[in-house]
């Protein structure tokens, strides 16, 4: 049966909103496949707008590695904006996809990948326009699969009420045997119905279905288990792992936005997983273990996304870039192959150390050199450690010298504030800090002329990391504290107009602690904040704390657990967590015993470069760690953006 397409209806809406380019779809590079000849269909919706939703490497992925099998198809939806949703509804309008405006209730799997938790509200949203029910158990097997995926993911349980499933892990490979399990269900005659869809799912141990568990609760509050409620489903799932990166070469044609979004440019992935083993890092812990794609693969990759796109900057993307064994020949070899294109490269979110100035220096070749963020994370050297974050404030003020004597005149410094153990005093060092790389700036260049930027955010203890048992520092608290860091860092009369102070407050950060760490219980006060108009959770304008706490004492009310006890108490050992039943590979007794190092100040290597810590991911997969061929020290420094 042919799916009208809504775009008739949603075109006499566009010219009443805001940015309505966004909603039309045809970038280049995108897909329309014919609805008749395919038998799988999805919908892949990325919950925030457009503008953040389209560079997003993980739906892009999906999108084109399923478009590429014959016979299945996949779209891509964003949220829309508050003054188109009004208008939709008023119009009868329902949620649809960018590429062929077809409505997402039509689609046989309805993906979301969840990158923060502050997409929930969204999905609500995309859900009721879709008129699919917000409640997973009134759905018929006329509505699609809604199936969750992304970071967030690996602790799905706030919103099991919502969704039908969810993949933890890697989705390339996973989406392929998703779709093959529909297909044939399909093809049978659906048999059994929704349920036994779901069912097939779940016996293959690596979908999540929240509806085959059943939660018990102790007296207390606490989880006392989790049980399978069907014959078949395994107590555990288990996440996805990709082990070639060089067999999953994508996105080959990168997405080419229509209207302006966070990242105008191409970006490959040069590598998956981080075994730094930084305590609060929770993509560092699930991406485990470390897998690199090589060289030639990254070549190929850059040549070809550059042709199919017209972009003229270039992201090597990774959680740590500089730590690729081969970063210096990748950087190197680009930027003298695009010189005379004048191609930009930037390493988002990697580690640079002052040996490593000439990578510094081979990315801004061709572009600017504006800034260069460095994550030191902890202000003392006692905090670093807690965290495991190895470097000491030596490393960095060399580091920094070096880029200010390379021409750089802005450094950035990103901290966390609220981390376990932390004094008023390891936060007060962090203006000693920014002070004493003023001081160097100044010594190096011989001018006034420098300026470093003290950056923070609240830090939230996040599943399936050493963290995952530590309370969170209250709102209240954590603007205490910085507060007494701004007035001493404004107060310095030698240093202090040359530094930078951003910090919001700590709100948000609860409410993202409650999200992170919450369980099935939380879904009620989701839904709270849904029908009390919440959107966009994510951004500043449009998050209401407030509206937050109220819905929280509405949805919780009668459970004898609170916004306090699911965000700052600490949890014991013994305690069951709600995520327990997935399984990121890590194992719970080696992330307790590193949370008891942690609280010791003692830290703990790099697995790339030391003996195995037996965290359980590489036994598990039944593999070894998978590094390239070098195997010289980088300090941890995190350039964050360039
Ligand atoms: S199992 Fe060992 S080598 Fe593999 S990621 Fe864990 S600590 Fe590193």
Redesign the pocket.
Known sequence: MTVESVFPRLEALLPHVQKPIQYVGGELNSTVKDWDSCDVRWALMYPDAYEVGLPNQGTMILYEVLNEREGVLAERSYSVWPDLEALMREHGVPQFTVDAHRPIKAFDVFGLSFSTELGYTNMLTALDLAGIPLNAADRTVDDPVVLAGGHAAFNPEPIADFIDAAVIGDGEQAVLDITDIVRAWKAEGRPGGRDELLLRLAKTGGVYIPRFYDVEYLADGRIGRVVPNRPGVPWRVSKHTVMDLDEWPYPKQPLVPLAETVHERMSVEIFR?C?R?CRFCQAGMIT???RERSITGIGEMVERGLKATGFEEVGLLSLSSADHSEIADITKGLADRYAEDKVGLSLPSTRVDAFNIDLANELSRNGRRSGLTFAPEGGSERIRKVINKMVSEEDLINTVAAAYGNGWRQVKLYFMCGLPTETDEDVLQIGTMAKNVIAKGREVTGTNDVRCTVSIGGFVPKPHTPFQWAPQLSAEATDERLTKLRDSIRGDRKFGKNIGFRYHDGKPGIIEGLLSRGDRRIGAVIRAVYEDGGRFDGWREHFSYDRWIASAEKGLAGTGVDVDWYTTRERSYEEVLPWDHLDSG?DKD?LWEDWQDALEEVEVED??WT?????????QLGL??QVGPTGKKLLPLTVVDK
Not at 611 to 619: A, S, W
């Open positions: 997983g075994t083993g485990r273990p470390v890590l080696w697995c790339r003996p195995c810590f037996d965290c359980g991911v590489c036994p070894d760690i």
